[in-house]
């Protein structure tokens, strides 16, 4: 409620107050749309960020069978490897470093029990573990205490032997990727 004076003011300077009350209709749909618009845009965002937006994926060749796993060549790729996923993708995910590296994997936030081998230089196995979820630490380490340059994580429940990995053209054109 305006005082007089204050009405008197706005009177002489030729300005009026109005109170203007939102038409019901028209500002409940525009809310509600700027709602619905706010949930999908979250929505949205939370779908592509689930498991990290899309992933690159290469050709390879697992036992000499052509296989397309997801690539894992940074170092944030790497610290977010399967964590939060559902399910492994049927090919896995291959970790890629840019020299071969000593240390391990552990399962900290990651859902689906999984299958790594670590791979040498040439491609070859040096250890494979079946890993279990974790979801508080401490965590178990997968550590192959040997040095190794690639690392494929894939469903625990996949058969396949994992011995060789290839073709070596394929493997030195995703380490200059890495990084």
């Known amino acids: ?23 019901g209709l028209a500002y409940r749909f525009g809310v509600l749309g700027r709602l619905i618009f706010c949930a999908v845009l979250a929505a949205g965002i939370v ?3 689930a498991h990290g937006g899309p992933t690159a994926t290469a050709t390879l060749r697992l036992d000499g069978v052509t296989f397309r796993p997801e690539l894992a060549l940074t170092s944030p790729q790497h610290t977010r490897g399967l964590m939060f996923r559902k399910q492994a993708p049927a090919d896995g995910m291959l ?14 936030n990651t859902l689906a029990p999984l299958k790594i081998v670590f791979f040498d230089t040439r491609g070859r196995a040096v250890r494979r573990f079946l890993m279990t979820p974790c979801r508080e630490d401490p965590c178990h380490i997968y550590d192959p205490e040997k040095r190794y340059r690639y690392a494929l994580e894939l469903p625990a429940t996949d058969r396949r032997p994992a011995r060789t990995l290839g073709p070596p053209a394929a493997l030195r054109a995703l380490v200059a990727r890495a990084g």
């Open 1 to 23: 409620m305006e005082s007089g004076r204050l009405r008197e003011q706005r009177s002489a300077a030729g300005l009026r107050h109005r109170r203007v009350a939102p038409d």
């Open 47 to 49: 779908a592509a960020t």
């Open 95 to 108: 970790f890629v470093f840019p020299r071969a590296i000593v240390g391990g994997f552990w399962m900290k």
